[in-house]
C-alpha cells in the first residue's frame, strides 16, 4: 500500500521559515513527479510545486521566490523549504505523486501537515 507521511509543519511568525518534508513509498517516489499542496480553511487544496523525477520545478505565483522544493531520491523524501512565510500561507500541506500532464494524483492522500504562520 502507498503511504505519504508529511511532517515539520508548526506555528511560525510572518517573516519566518519552516522545512517541510514527506516520506513516500518507494514504488510511487522513483518513476512519478512529486508535489506539495495545500489547503487552507474553507478553501479548495491548491498544487503549491512540483517537482519532476528529473529534478524540473514549478511553482504556484503565490510562492514563487519564497519556496523550494526538492527530492532526495535514496531517502524517497520530497521538501518544501518555505521562506518568507506570510499569514495566507496558513493551510494544511500535502505532499502526493501526480502526472504532470493530467494533474492525476496516484495515492491516497495523508494527513498532512499544519502551517500555520501568525505573530
Known amino acids: 500500500q502507498v503511504q505519504l507521511v508529511e511532517s515539520g509543519g508548526g506555528l511560525v511568525q510572518p517573516g519566518g521559515s519552516l522545512r517541510l518534508s514527506c516520506a513516500a513509498s518507494?514504488?510511487?517516489?522513483?518513476?512519478?513527479?512529486m508535489g506539495w499542496y495545500r489547503q487552507a480553511p474553507g478553501k479548495q487544496r491548491e498544487l503549491v510545486a512540483t517537482?519532476?523525477?528529473?529534478?524540473?520545478?514549478n511553482y504556484a505565483d503565490s510562492v514563487k521566490g519564497r519556496f523550494t522544493i526538492s527530492r532526495d531520491n535514496a531517502k524517497n523524501t520530497v521538501y518544501l523549504q518555505m521562506n518568507s512565510l506570510k499569514p495566507e500561507d496558513t493551510a494544511v500541506y500535502y505532499c502526493?505523486?501526480?502526472?504532470?500532464?493530467?494533474?492525476?494524483?496516484?495515492?491516497?492522500w495523508g494527513q498532512g501537515t499544519q502551517v500555520t504562520v501568525s505573530s
Open positions: 502526493n505523486a501526480l502526472d504532470i500532464a493530467s494533474m492525476f494524483n496516484f495515492a491516497s
Open positions: 518507494g514504488s510511487i517516489f522513483s518513476i512519478n513527479a
Open positions: 517537482i519532476t523525477s528529473g529534478g524540473s520545478t
